[in-house]
């Protein structure tokens, strides 16, 4: 246990549904992070939040939308997916954005689109 | 892309010491070498980090040469567990001075019975 926690751990999806991935943590972190890890390719970050404002957005297309209501809790928002964003997604925060700041990772939701 | 360069693959009988090495031969002085692991299905576990001096912990312990070009993470008594991708990573710094953390594709250890 890392003290991050996501669900669901698996979601199936349509292309025309919309669904939402949630994560906690439960470390006193104020960075919050999302990222995705699809077959073959290295881990790719997405989203950063730190102190619950957007820091990075890494050319992510809009059918994701993160959402950080608190330091505690972030949402990635999905609508309109493709096959192709089937993925493991992956959370992570740190104790703030910086150098040397450790990530701790949730164990994923494994996304599957149809 | 990532700055750092580790064999793909390798083996090591279980109980023995697994030294897994890392090239990062462009790394600034301000940035720290980090390693984490991913077991199959998990999410990446972080495992040590240091800057110049050589650091242990309860997991493993990571050297780093003088020049800090290249680094080794070592697993003093590998079990079947230790069965995972390990990543180095070295924090690059961005355009707006928030660093990234860019995982490259890593070494996948096997630990053979």
């Known amino acids: 246990e890392t003290g991050v926690t996501q669900t669901p751990r698996h979601l199936v999806m349509g292309m025309t549904n919309k669904k939402s991935l949630k994560c906690e943590q439960h470390l006193g972190h104020n960075a919050m992070y999302w990222y995705k890890q699809s077959a073959k390719k290295p881990l790719e970050l997405m989203f950063v939040y730190n102190f619950k404002e957007q820091t990075e957005n890494n050319s992510v297309p809009s059918r994701f939308s993160p959402e950080c209501p608190n330091s505690s809790h972030l949402f990635l928002h999905l609508h309109t997916l493709q096959p192709e964003d089937s993925a493991l997604y992956l959370c992570?925060?740190?104790?703030?954005?910086?150098?040397?700041?450790?990530?701790?990772f949730g164990p994923g939701t494994r996304l599957t689109v149809l | 892309d990532a700055k750092t360069t580790q064999p793909p693959s390798m083996d090591c009988a279980e109980g023995r010491a697994a030294n897994l090495p890392c090239n990062h031969s462009t790394i600034s002085g301000n940035e720290y070498v980090y390693w984490y692991r991913q077991i199959h299905s998990q999410g990446p576990q972080y495992i040590i980090h240091?800057?110049?001096n050589n650091e242990t912990n309860e997991m493993a312990s990571l050297i780093i040469t003088e020049d800090r070009k290249s680094s080794t993470l070592i697993l003093p008594h590998a079990t079947l567990r230790d069965t995972a991708v390990y990543y180095c990573i070295v924090r690059v710094e961005g355009t707006n001075r928030d660093d990234k953390i860019i995982f490259g594709k890593g070494t996948r250890l096997h630990i053979l019975p």
């Open positions: 240091g800057l110049k």
């Open positions: 992570a925060s740190s104790q703030e954005r910086g150098v040397a700041d450790t990530q701790y």
